[in-house]
Protein backbone atom coordinates (compact mmCIF):
# COMPACT_ATOMS: atom_id res chain seq x y z
CA UNK A 1 0.00 0.00 0.00
CA UNK A 2 1.05 3.60 -0.76
CA UNK A 3 3.06 5.14 2.30
CA UNK A 4 0.25 7.38 3.36
CA UNK A 5 -2.64 4.34 3.20
CA UNK A 6 -2.63 3.80 6.67
CA UNK A 7 -3.41 7.38 7.40
CA UNK A 8 -7.69 6.98 8.01
CA UNK A 9 -8.03 3.57 9.19
CA UNK A 10 -9.77 2.27 12.33
CA UNK A 11 -6.87 -0.09 13.43
CA UNK A 12 -8.83 -1.44 15.85
CA UNK A 13 -11.77 -2.45 13.76
CA UNK A 14 -9.30 -3.97 11.76
CA UNK A 15 -7.52 -5.85 14.31
CA UNK A 16 -11.13 -7.02 15.03
CA UNK A 17 -11.31 -8.47 11.50
CA UNK A 18 -8.83 -9.54 11.09
CA UNK A 19 -8.10 -13.38 10.57
CA UNK A 20 -5.45 -13.80 12.48
CA UNK A 21 -3.14 -12.62 15.09
CA UNK A 22 0.60 -11.86 15.09
CA UNK A 23 2.86 -14.86 16.13
CA UNK A 24 4.58 -12.51 18.58
CA UNK A 25 3.94 -9.37 19.95
CA UNK A 26 7.27 -8.60 21.82
CA UNK A 27 9.61 -7.45 18.46
CA UNK A 28 8.48 -6.46 15.12
CA UNK A 29 8.69 -9.70 12.34
CA UNK A 30 8.16 -9.54 8.29
CA UNK A 31 9.15 -11.55 5.70
CA UNK A 32 8.48 -14.94 6.87
CA UNK A 33 10.30 -18.08 5.66
CA UNK A 34 8.57 -21.02 7.68
CA UNK A 35 9.53 -24.50 7.29
CA UNK A 36 8.91 -27.70 9.48
CA UNK A 37 12.20 -29.34 10.69
CA UNK A 38 11.90 -32.46 13.20
CA UNK A 39 7.78 -31.99 12.95
CA UNK A 40 8.22 -28.68 14.75
CA UNK A 41 7.64 -25.41 12.70
CA UNK A 42 10.35 -22.59 12.47
CA UNK A 43 10.09 -19.44 11.07
CA UNK A 44 12.62 -17.33 9.69
CA UNK A 45 11.86 -13.45 9.68
CA UNK A 46 13.35 -10.25 9.25
CA UNK A 47 13.51 -7.88 12.30
CA UNK A 48 11.80 -4.61 11.26
CA UNK A 49 13.70 -1.94 13.85
CA UNK A 50 13.09 1.85 13.50
CA UNK A 51 15.75 3.44 11.83
CA UNK A 52 14.53 7.02 12.92
CA UNK A 53 15.00 8.07 9.16
CA UNK A 54 12.36 9.66 6.89
CA UNK A 55 10.63 7.19 4.59
CA UNK A 56 11.36 5.80 1.32
CA UNK A 57 11.52 3.45 -1.20
CA UNK A 58 15.02 1.95 -0.14
CA UNK A 59 13.95 0.67 2.95
CA UNK A 60 16.65 2.94 5.01
CA UNK A 61 14.06 3.64 7.55
CA UNK A 62 14.84 0.37 8.39
CA UNK A 63 17.46 -0.49 10.89
CA UNK A 64 17.24 -4.38 9.80
CA UNK A 65 20.34 -5.50 11.69
CA UNK A 66 19.95 -9.02 12.67
CA UNK A 67 17.81 -12.22 12.55
CA UNK A 68 15.56 -13.99 15.50
CA UNK A 69 13.95 -17.89 15.17
CA UNK A 70 10.49 -18.37 16.18
CA UNK A 71 9.45 -22.14 16.49
CA UNK A 72 5.82 -23.19 17.04
CA UNK A 73 4.58 -26.39 17.64
CA UNK A 74 1.61 -26.10 15.53
CA UNK A 75 0.26 -23.47 13.63
CA UNK A 76 -2.45 -22.59 16.34
CA UNK A 77 -0.07 -22.71 18.96
CA UNK A 78 2.27 -19.71 20.83
CA UNK A 79 5.62 -19.46 19.10
CA UNK A 80 8.80 -19.49 21.21
CA UNK A 81 11.83 -16.54 20.09
CA UNK A 82 15.04 -17.86 20.31
CA UNK A 83 16.79 -14.68 19.90
CA UNK A 84 19.26 -13.40 17.87
CA UNK A 85 20.64 -15.86 15.42
CA UNK A 86 22.91 -14.12 13.60
CA UNK A 87 23.91 -10.39 13.77
CA UNK A 88 25.37 -8.18 11.25
CA UNK A 89 28.33 -7.13 12.86
CA UNK A 90 29.12 -10.81 12.34
CA UNK A 91 28.90 -11.12 9.03
CA UNK A 92 32.19 -10.53 7.97
CA UNK A 93 31.30 -8.98 4.28
CA UNK A 94 27.94 -7.14 5.56
CA UNK A 95 27.16 -3.30 6.26
CA UNK A 96 24.04 -3.02 6.64
CA UNK A 97 19.86 -3.47 5.60
CA UNK A 98 20.07 -7.34 6.67
CA UNK A 99 16.12 -8.06 4.62
CA UNK A 100 14.35 -10.95 4.58
CA UNK A 101 15.99 -14.56 4.63
CA UNK A 102 15.19 -18.43 4.42
CA UNK A 103 16.68 -21.24 5.51
CA UNK A 104 17.03 -25.30 4.68
CA UNK A 105 18.48 -28.43 5.91
CA UNK A 106 20.63 -31.01 4.84
CA UNK A 107 22.62 -33.62 6.65
CA UNK A 108 21.58 -32.72 10.11
CA UNK A 109 22.85 -28.93 9.28
CA UNK A 110 20.67 -26.03 9.13
CA UNK A 111 21.81 -23.40 6.47
CA UNK A 112 20.31 -19.40 6.98
CA UNK A 113 20.38 -17.66 3.51
CA UNK A 114 20.10 -14.02 3.60
CA UNK A 115 20.38 -10.92 2.06
CA UNK A 116 22.49 -7.63 2.80
CA UNK A 117 24.53 -4.60 1.81
CA UNK A 118 28.18 -5.08 1.19
CA UNK A 119 31.02 -2.39 1.73
CA UNK A 120 29.66 -1.22 -1.09
CA UNK A 121 26.31 -0.62 -0.93
CA UNK A 122 25.48 -3.62 -3.15
CA UNK A 123 22.91 -6.43 -1.79
CA UNK A 124 24.65 -9.92 -2.22
CA UNK A 125 23.43 -13.30 -0.45
CA UNK A 126 25.29 -14.91 2.06
CA UNK A 127 24.74 -17.98 3.92
CA UNK A 128 25.32 -19.14 7.62
CA UNK A 129 25.49 -22.42 9.39
CA UNK A 130 24.42 -23.92 12.36
CA UNK A 131 24.02 -27.44 14.00
CA UNK A 132 20.29 -25.94 15.00
CA UNK A 133 17.37 -25.02 13.35
CA UNK A 134 16.94 -22.09 15.90
CA UNK A 135 20.69 -21.41 15.38
CA UNK A 136 22.63 -19.60 16.56
CA UNK A 137 24.03 -19.38 12.56
CA UNK A 138 27.68 -18.68 11.86
CA UNK A 139 28.27 -16.29 8.35
CA UNK A 140 30.86 -17.56 5.91
CA UNK A 141 33.30 -15.24 5.06
CA UNK A 142 32.31 -14.12 1.65
CA UNK A 143 28.81 -13.70 0.01
CA UNK A 144 27.86 -16.23 -2.60
CA UNK A 145 29.99 -15.60 -5.73
CA UNK A 146 27.80 -14.26 -8.51
CA UNK A 147 24.65 -13.41 -6.04
CA UNK A 148 22.72 -10.55 -5.80
CA UNK A 149 19.60 -8.34 -5.14
CA UNK A 150 17.47 -10.04 -2.15
CA UNK A 151 14.96 -12.49 -1.00
CA UNK A 152 16.48 -15.58 -1.11
CA UNK A 153 14.08 -18.88 -1.12
CA UNK A 154 15.58 -22.21 -0.94
CA UNK A 155 13.45 -25.18 -1.86
CA UNK A 156 14.57 -28.49 -1.35
CA UNK A 157 13.12 -30.99 -4.41
CA UNK A 158 12.54 -34.85 -4.14
CA UNK A 159 15.55 -35.65 -5.74
CA UNK A 160 17.36 -33.78 -2.91
CA UNK A 161 18.42 -30.99 -5.67
CA UNK A 162 18.60 -27.44 -3.98
CA UNK A 163 17.23 -24.54 -5.88
CA UNK A 164 17.71 -20.74 -4.78
CA UNK A 165 15.05 -18.11 -5.70
CA UNK A 166 15.99 -14.67 -5.18
CA UNK A 167 15.47 -11.14 -6.63
CA UNK A 168 13.49 -7.80 -6.16
CA UNK A 169 13.46 -4.62 -7.76
CA UNK A 170 12.99 -1.08 -6.99
CA UNK A 171 14.85 -0.86 -3.26
CA UNK A 172 15.81 -4.50 -4.83
CA UNK A 173 18.53 -3.75 -7.21
CA UNK A 174 16.91 -6.49 -9.52
CA UNK A 175 16.52 -3.76 -12.30
CA UNK A 176 20.65 -2.50 -11.52
CA UNK A 177 21.69 -5.97 -13.14
CA UNK A 178 19.85 -6.13 -16.59
CA UNK A 179 23.51 -5.77 -17.81
CA UNK A 180 24.89 -8.52 -15.86
CA UNK A 181 27.06 -6.13 -13.97
CA UNK A 182 26.26 -3.35 -11.70
CA UNK A 183 24.53 -0.35 -12.90
CA UNK A 184 26.00 2.26 -10.54
CA UNK A 185 24.15 5.44 -11.77
CA UNK A 186 21.14 7.15 -10.38
CA UNK A 187 21.80 5.19 -6.65
CA UNK A 188 18.91 6.70 -4.96
CA UNK A 189 16.12 6.59 -7.79
CA UNK A 190 14.32 2.70 -7.55
CA UNK A 191 12.81 3.65 -10.57
CA UNK A 192 15.68 3.99 -12.64
CA UNK A 193 16.90 1.40 -14.93
CA UNK A 194 13.49 -0.30 -15.01
CA UNK A 195 11.84 -2.03 -18.30
CA UNK A 196 9.22 0.04 -19.87
CA UNK A 197 5.75 -0.71 -19.47
CA UNK A 198 5.27 -2.43 -22.65
CA UNK A 199 8.54 -4.65 -21.78
CA UNK A 200 8.66 -8.00 -20.74
CA UNK A 201 8.70 -7.78 -16.53
CA UNK A 202 11.82 -8.57 -15.04
CA UNK A 203 11.94 -11.75 -13.76
CA UNK A 204 12.73 -13.44 -10.38
CA UNK A 205 16.10 -15.62 -10.88
CA UNK A 206 16.95 -19.23 -9.70
CA UNK A 207 20.03 -21.16 -9.45
CA UNK A 208 20.73 -24.91 -8.36
CA UNK A 209 23.03 -24.51 -5.31
CA UNK A 210 26.32 -27.27 -5.06
CA UNK A 211 26.12 -30.06 -2.31
CA UNK A 212 27.30 -28.22 -0.11
CA UNK A 213 24.62 -25.25 -0.29
CA UNK A 214 27.01 -22.32 0.06
CA UNK A 215 27.36 -21.49 -3.66
CA UNK A 216 25.61 -21.68 -7.16
CA UNK A 217 26.17 -24.59 -9.11
CA UNK A 218 25.33 -22.88 -12.55
CA UNK A 219 24.65 -19.57 -13.46
CA UNK A 220 21.16 -17.79 -12.68
CA UNK A 221 18.38 -18.07 -14.75
CA UNK A 222 15.24 -15.86 -15.51
CA UNK A 223 11.39 -17.26 -13.45
CA UNK A 224 9.08 -16.28 -16.39
CA UNK A 225 5.87 -15.72 -15.61
CA UNK A 226 3.50 -16.23 -18.84
CA UNK A 227 -0.18 -15.69 -19.13
CA UNK A 228 -2.45 -18.60 -20.12
CA UNK A 229 -1.70 -17.77 -24.00
CA UNK A 230 2.15 -18.36 -23.09
CA UNK A 231 3.46 -14.68 -23.40
CA UNK A 232 5.81 -13.17 -20.91
CA UNK A 233 3.92 -11.00 -18.75
CA UNK A 234 4.90 -6.91 -18.91
CA UNK A 235 6.09 -4.57 -16.67
CA UNK A 236 3.68 -2.29 -16.65
CA UNK A 237 1.16 -5.32 -15.74
CA UNK A 238 1.67 -4.43 -12.07
CA UNK A 239 -1.32 -6.86 -10.79
CA UNK A 240 0.54 -9.63 -11.70
CA UNK A 241 3.81 -8.99 -12.84
CA UNK A 242 6.65 -10.12 -10.18
CA UNK A 243 8.23 -7.71 -7.64
CA UNK A 244 10.01 -9.38 -5.14
CA UNK A 245 9.24 -12.08 -1.91
CA UNK A 246 9.81 -15.38 -4.36
CA UNK A 247 8.90 -18.95 -2.96
CA UNK A 248 8.33 -22.40 -4.38
CA UNK A 249 6.13 -25.14 -3.18
CA UNK A 250 5.23 -28.66 -5.03
CA UNK A 251 1.77 -29.47 -4.70
CA UNK A 252 0.44 -32.61 -6.63
CA UNK A 253 3.53 -33.00 -8.50
CA UNK A 254 3.46 -29.06 -9.90
CA UNK A 255 5.91 -26.54 -8.92
CA UNK A 256 3.91 -23.77 -7.57
CA UNK A 257 5.71 -20.43 -7.56
CA UNK A 258 4.67 -17.60 -5.82
CA UNK A 259 5.82 -14.17 -5.04
CA UNK A 260 4.40 -10.00 -4.34
CA UNK A 261 3.99 -7.54 -6.69
CA UNK A 262 5.13 -5.29 -4.58
CA UNK A 263 3.75 -1.64 -5.40
CA UNK A 264 -0.15 -3.18 -5.92
CA UNK A 265 0.39 -5.59 -3.13
CA UNK A 266 -1.16 -8.62 -3.95
CA UNK A 267 0.48 -12.44 -3.11
CA UNK A 268 0.15 -14.35 -6.58
CA UNK A 269 1.24 -17.59 -8.10
CA UNK A 270 2.23 -19.61 -11.12
CA UNK A 271 2.04 -23.40 -12.00
CA UNK A 272 5.24 -25.02 -13.91
CA UNK A 273 6.24 -28.40 -14.82
CA UNK A 274 9.91 -28.34 -13.23
CA UNK A 275 11.80 -25.88 -10.95
CA UNK A 276 12.83 -23.63 -13.75
CA UNK A 277 9.47 -22.94 -15.06
CA UNK A 278 7.98 -21.05 -17.08
CA UNK A 279 5.43 -20.54 -15.04
CA UNK A 280 1.69 -19.76 -15.75
CA UNK A 281 0.06 -16.88 -14.01
CA UNK A 282 -2.41 -18.35 -12.44
CA UNK A 283 -4.33 -15.92 -9.42
CA UNK A 284 -4.06 -14.33 -6.03
CA UNK A 285 -3.19 -16.34 -3.13
CA UNK A 286 -3.62 -13.04 -0.56
CA UNK A 287 -5.18 -9.63 -1.48
CA UNK A 288 -3.52 -6.26 0.12
CA UNK A 289 -2.52 -5.94 3.88
CA UNK A 290 -1.86 -2.96 5.84
CA UNK A 291 1.52 -1.89 5.79
CA UNK A 292 4.25 -1.11 3.26
CA UNK A 293 4.73 -4.52 1.96
CA UNK A 294 3.31 -7.60 1.52
CA UNK A 295 5.60 -11.32 1.63
CA UNK A 296 5.30 -14.77 2.55
CA UNK A 297 5.80 -17.88 2.69
CA UNK A 298 3.39 -21.62 2.15
CA UNK A 299 4.13 -24.80 4.23
CA UNK A 300 2.62 -28.00 4.79
CA UNK A 301 2.39 -29.02 8.16
CA UNK A 302 0.70 -32.43 9.25
CA UNK A 303 -1.31 -32.54 5.81
CA UNK A 304 -2.71 -29.33 5.95
CA UNK A 305 -1.25 -26.57 4.09
CA UNK A 306 -0.60 -23.04 6.04
CA UNK A 307 0.66 -19.01 4.29
CA UNK A 308 2.72 -17.24 6.61
CA UNK A 309 2.47 -13.57 5.91
CA UNK A 310 2.54 -9.85 7.53
CA UNK A 311 1.17 -6.77 8.23
CA UNK A 312 1.37 -3.59 10.27
CA UNK A 313 -1.86 -4.00 11.96
CA UNK A 314 0.03 -3.81 15.11
CA UNK A 315 2.37 -1.16 14.76
CA UNK A 316 -0.81 0.91 13.57
CA UNK A 317 1.06 1.63 10.31
CA UNK A 318 3.63 3.85 12.52
CA UNK A 319 6.37 3.48 9.63
CA UNK A 320 5.12 0.13 8.94
CA UNK A 321 6.43 -1.84 11.36
CA UNK A 322 5.55 -5.43 10.28
CA UNK A 323 4.13 -8.07 12.25
CA UNK A 324 4.48 -11.86 10.83
CA UNK A 325 0.80 -14.12 11.06
CA UNK A 326 -0.52 -17.32 9.86
CA UNK A 327 -3.50 -18.46 8.06
CA UNK A 328 -4.51 -21.96 6.73
CA UNK A 329 -4.66 -22.06 2.91
CA UNK A 330 -6.64 -24.22 0.90
CA UNK A 331 -6.05 -25.80 -2.73
CA UNK A 332 -8.96 -26.49 -5.00
CA UNK A 333 -9.29 -30.15 -6.38
CA UNK A 334 -8.08 -28.38 -9.84
CA UNK A 335 -4.83 -27.44 -8.26
CA UNK A 336 -5.91 -23.72 -7.97
CA UNK A 337 -5.51 -21.84 -4.79
CA UNK A 338 -8.45 -20.09 -2.79
CA UNK A 339 -7.58 -16.05 -2.54
CA UNK A 340 -7.62 -15.37 1.02
CA UNK A 341 -8.82 -11.83 2.34
CA UNK A 342 -6.59 -10.96 5.35
CA UNK A 343 -9.66 -9.04 7.02
CA UNK A 344 -13.24 -9.96 7.54
CA UNK A 345 -15.38 -7.75 5.64
Given at each position: MPEDSTAHIDFEALNQNAISAPVVEHIYTADPSAHVFNGKIYIYPSHDIDAGDAFDDLGSHFAMEDYHVLSMEAPDGNA????????VKDVPWADKQMWAPDANEKDGRYYLFFPAKDKQGIFRIGVAVSESPSGPFTAQADPIANSFSIDPAVFKDA????????????GGQLQRWRKETFEA???ESPFA??????????????????????????????????????????????????????????????YYFSYSTGDTHFICYAIGDNPYGPFTYKGVVLNPVVGWTTHHSITEYNGEWYLFYHDSS??????????????????????TIQTLNPYRQ
Open positions: TDHGVALNDGSYYMYFGGIWSQPHLPADNEPALCAKVAKLTDDLLEFAEASKDVLIVDESGKALLQGDNNRRFFEASWMHKYNGKLSKGVTHLRSVKVAKLQHNTDG
